[in-house]
C-alpha cells in the first residue's frame, strides 16, 4: 500500500495535533523507509533496478528487515521512544505504535508479501500485489475513501472550515497515488510509452522511490498544514 498509509496518519494528527503531523506522517511509512535505507546497505535488494521497467506485479524485494512479522518489535519500541521523548507524551508514542502496526495490518490485505522471518518461515499477508494487483489497489482506493471521508467530516463537526482548493489539493495527492498504481500495475512506463533502453542514474527505483515517498510527505505537511483554512 502506498497512498493509504498517508491516510491514516491525517486521523491521527486530527485526534492529537500536539504530535505533529510530519511525526505521524514518517510513522505511517516507518517501514517503507527503513525499506529504502536497508536498500543502500545491501539488506533489501530491488529489482527491477530500472524504475522505467517496474510494476507493482514484478517488483522483488525480500523486506527482511524493513516489514517482517518479528523485526516489526523494534520498530514499534523505536517510534514509541521517539514519540514520547521528543513530544513528552506517552500518547504520542503510543499513537505512533498504532501508525506503524496499521501499516502492517494494510500491507497485510494489499501488498506485497511479507514472512514471520525470512523467505523460509510462513508468509503474512495476501501478497495481492503479486497474485491479484487490481484486488489490491481497490481494497487501497476505499480504505483512502473511507479514511477521507471521516478525517474530512470530522473537521466539519468541529467547525474547520477548508477552502475547496485546498481540499482538492489533499484529495490529488490521493489521487495521484491510486492512479500511479494503476498506471504500472502489470504494464511498466516502457512498455506503455515505448521508452528506449538507457542509463542516466536518475532511473533508478529506489531514488525515485524515495524522491516520491518524500515528496508525498512534504506536500500533505504543506496542504494539510496550511493556516488559511
Not at 513530544?87 to 498504532?98: C, D, Q, R
Not at 482538492?168 to 511498466?188: C, E, N, P, Q
Amino acid at each position: 500500500m502506498l497512498a493509504g498509509h498517508y491516510a491514516t496518519a491525517l486521523v491521527a494528527y486530527q485526534k492529537h495535533p500536539k504530535g505533529t503531523l510530519l511525526y505521524f506522517l514518517f510513522a505511517s511509512q516507518l517501514q517503507d523507509l527503513l525499506w529504502f535505507i536497508f536498500h543502500y546497505f545491501g539488506l533489501e535488494r530491488t529489482a527491477p533496478a530500472d524504475v522505467f521497467n517496474t510494476t507493482l506485479s514484478n517488483m522483488a524485494v525480500n523486506m527482511l528487515y524493513s516489514h517482517d512479522l518479528i523485526p516489526l518489535s523494534l520498530w514499534l519500541a523505536i517510534i514509541f521512544v521517539v514519540g514520547k521523548a521528543f513530544f513528552k507524551e506517552t500518547k504520542i508514542g503510543l499513537i505512533g505504535v498504532a501508525l506503524v502496526l496499521g501499516h502492517f495490518v494494510l500491507d497485510f490485505l494489499s501488498g506485497h508479501p511479507h514472512h514471520i522471518f525470512g523467505l523460509e518461515s510462513a508468509e503474512v499477508g495476501l501478497g495481492l500485489y503479486a497474485t491479484n494487483v487490481y484486488l489490491a489497489i481497490a481494497i487501497e482506493a476505499i480504505t483512502i475513501v473511507a479514511l477521507l471521508w471521516y478525517f474530512f467530516n470530522q473537521e466539519q463537526n468541529i467547525g474547520i472550515q477548508r477552502t475547496t482548493q485546498n481540499k482538492i489539493a489533499i484529495i490529488g495527492l490521493f489521487v495521484f497515488g491510486i492512479v500511479f498504481m494503476l498506471t504500472i500495475a502489470t504494464s511498466s512506463f516502457r512498455e506503455l510509452f515505448g521508452i528506449p533502453e538507457f542509463y542516466f542514474g536518475f532511473n533508478t527505483s529506489v531514488p525515485t522511490l524515495i524522491l516520491t515517498y518524500l515528496g508525498m510527505i512534504f506536500y500533505l505537511n504543506h496542504f494539510v498544514s496550511k493556516s488559511n483554512l
